[in-house]
């Protein structure tokens, strides 16, 4: 059974023209996070929300927004895609707070960006 | 800063051997985590060590912990060739938050081969 589901798999988008990407979780939990992965490269963290707490983190371009109107669903919205924000946008959530929480991961959304 | 790097950054083994990735980190932590990931998907939980924990197992999986080294080692033993993927060390700094916020090294790619 899918629990964290991300939409779509792949995404094709212009350079400059804005693309949201979409995840849903059945998980009821309290965390969601934004992760963008690179080729070959380790997950970065762009934020994360705790409930409706958003945490941005510092390096994080101002370029990626995110919203989640409910506990479900969470997005990320790139306002002016450059060839360089072609990546894995991975979700993730957890029940709660501290290290000792796993992560759960959907399947990733490919972006291309032409 | 990135917090965790993997050793080696690619494996190669033939199937039933036994395989061990290193990761090393900077700063203190309170818990460890070992990820796996398909090819083009997202990441799947392992295990999780804690700082007070030196050993643990899973199955035919087994992390040590060495906080005076700063590292940790996933060994995989009796391999298969579904094992092949990458496998990401994570770790949630020892500092407090409101989620538990994960850095993720580079990552292990291993190859199985029957």
């Known amino acids: 059974d899918a629990m964290v589901i991300q939409n779509p798999r792949y995404q094709v988008t212009q350079f400059g023209k804005p693309v949201t990407l979409s995840c849903s979780q059945t998980?009821?939990?309290?965390?969601m996070y934004w992760y963008q992965q690179k080729s070959s490269q380790a997950p970065k963290l762009l934020f994360h929300?705790?409930?409706?707490?958003?945490?941005n983190e510092a390096d994080t371009p101002d370029n990626f927004q995110s919203r989640r109107p409910n506990t479900s669903f969470c997005f990320l919205d790139i306002r002016s895609p450059g060839l360089g924000d072609a990546a894995m946008y991975l979700c993730?959530?957890?029940?709660?707070?501290?290290?000792?929480?796993?992560?759960?991961f959907g399947s990733g959304t490919q972006l291309s960006v032409l | 800063s990135q917090q965790g790097e993997e050793d080696p950054q690619a494996l190669s083994i033939q199937e039933g051997e036994n395989a061990t990735m290193n990761c090393s980190y900077k700063?203190?932590?309170?818990?460890l985590q070992w990820y796996r990931q398909n090819s083009g998907r997202g990441l799947v939980h392992l295990i999780l060590?804690?700082?007070?924990?030196r050993e643990k197992h899973s199955g035919r999986l087994r992390v040590t912990l060495d906080t005076s080294k700063k590292s940790s080692s996933l060994l995989i033993t009796a391999s298969r060739a579904a094992d092949t993927a990458s496998y990401f060390c994570?770790?949630?700094?020892?500092?407090?938050?409101?989620?538990?916020?994960?850095?993720f090294g580079t990552g292990t790619r291993l190859q199985v081969t029957l």
């Open positions: 929300y705790y409930d409706k707490d958003f945490n």
């Open positions: 700063t203190s932590i309170n818990n």
């Open positions: 998980l009821n939990h309290n965390v």
């Open positions: 060590i804690r700082s007070n924990e």
């Open positions: 994570a770790t949630d700094a020892a500092h407090t938050g409101t989620a538990s916020k994960l850095t």
């Open positions: 993730a959530t957890s029940r709660g707070t501290g290290g000792r929480e796993k992560l759960f």
